[in-house]
């Protein structure tokens, strides 16, 4: 079945850096855009960012800039690279294959708390 394990959360100072990595499977992964969405406490779940299989990416307003989407199709592997983090950025990250242009297409994996906080 359709599988998606997340990783590289954790505790980081405001300003700080992270990464994350979402392993993929159950699907041919090259056939699918693949994404990142996050949830705040309190909050829906949010699109941060898409890359296409060919590599084109799209990222919500709010982390242009800032965070970096890659992919590694022999891995079945999507990254997430975080930079200049802020308290707002605090959320659990979700990865996903996205059907359209941002809309998460397959059920969710367990995700990866992310705490920005001095």
């Known amino acids: 079945q359709v599988q998606f394990v997340e990783s590289g959360g954790g505790l980081v100072q405001p300003g700080g850096s992270l990464g994350l990595s979402c392993a993929a499977s159950?699907?041919?992964?090259?056939?699918?855009?693949m994404g990142w969405y996050r949830q705040a406490p309190g909050k829906q779940r949010e699109f941060v960012a898409t890359i296409t299989s060919g590599g084109n990416i799209n990222y919500a307003d709010s982390v242009k800039g800032r965070f970096t989407i890659s992919r590694d199709n022999p891995k079945n592997t999507v990254y997430l690279q975080m930079n200049s983090l802020n308290p707002e950025d605090t959320a659990v990250y979700y990865c996903n294959r996205v059907a359209g242009v941002t809309t998460p297409f397959s059920p969710w994996g367990q995700g990866t708390q992310v705490t920005v906080s001095s």
């Open positions: 159950g699907f041919t992964f090259t056939r699918w855009s």
